[in-house]
Structures are given as C-alpha cells and as structure tokens.
C-alpha cells in the first residue's frame, strides 16, 4: 500500500534532503515500485565522461529510501544498513540515468529491495543494487 505518492516524495526530499533534492525527480511511486531519475550533471561525471560510480550509488540508494518512505510515511531516521552494487556497464553519455526501485520485504524494523539502474531509453542496466534499510522504532 502506498502511503506517499510522487508529489509527497519529492516535497519530504525538497524538506528534509534540500542539498541533493534538485538532483532527483520521482517519476513513479505505486504499488509496483518507484522510478526515480537522475538528473545528470557535470558534476556526477568521472574522467571519460561517464557517470561516477558515487553518483550511481547515490541514486540507487535515494530510490530505495523513496521506495521504503512510499511504504511507511515520512520517516526520515530510516537509514540504509547494507547496500551491495554491481557496476554492469558505462552509462550512455550525456543522458539521464533512471532507477527501477522494488521493496521485497518490509517489516517492523527491517526493509530489503532490490534497484536496477538503467540510462534513459536504454534496455540494458548499468548497475544493480541489493539494500537493507533500518526502520526506527514509533515512538
């Protein structure tokens, strides 16, 4: 069930995240996941032109968050604690990177998802993800 759209995703990141909000836009947030793009500038691009492997993370890490949020609400004390990236190829250049986003288990106090990467309008991924997110307690 889906406790917060798009619209509510990208205000709480413009709210509590304003230092990387303008980088990300929530293209879906439903029942089936959530795609979040990576609006990518010179400064996310590596030597060769490519996008870096810290900007790639960031984005398959923020899409698992939004995905995790979308679920439970506005907690902004969820916190990743495992996250395991595989760098499958270069991304196109000078294109958008897009993350499909999927929550496979989500408890009290522990969520596991899984986020392909991909470049915009490309079939094949550029990485994948696997996380872990820490839920806090309610208070």
Do not use: W
């Not at 406790?3 to 990300?24: P, Y």
């Not at 999927?102 to 991909?118: H, I, Q, Y």
């Not at 915009?120 to 991924?125: A, C, I, L, R, Y």
């Amino acid at each position: 069930m889906i406790v917060m759209d798009k619209a509510g995703l990208q205000a709480f990141l413009a709210r509590d995240f304003a230092q990387v909000a303008d980088d990300f836009v929530v293209e879906r947030a439903d029942a089936q996941g959530l795609c979040l793009r990576l609006r990518v500038q010179d400064r996310h691009l590596r030597p060769g032109g490519t996008v870096s492997g810290p900007a790639i993370f960031a984005l398959a890490d923020v899409a698992m968050y939004l995905a995790v949020l979308s679920r439970i609400g506005p907690v902004a004390l969820a916190v990743t604690t495992n996250c395991s990236i595989d760098f499958m190829r270069k991304p196109q250049a000078g294109v958008d990177l897009l993350a499909e986003a999927r929550v496979l288990k989500l408890g009290r106090s522990l969520a596991v998802g899984d986020v392909m990467v991909f470049s915009e309008g490309g079939v094949d991924p550029v990485a994948r993800a696997g996380l872990s997110y820490s839920i806090p307690p309610a208070r």
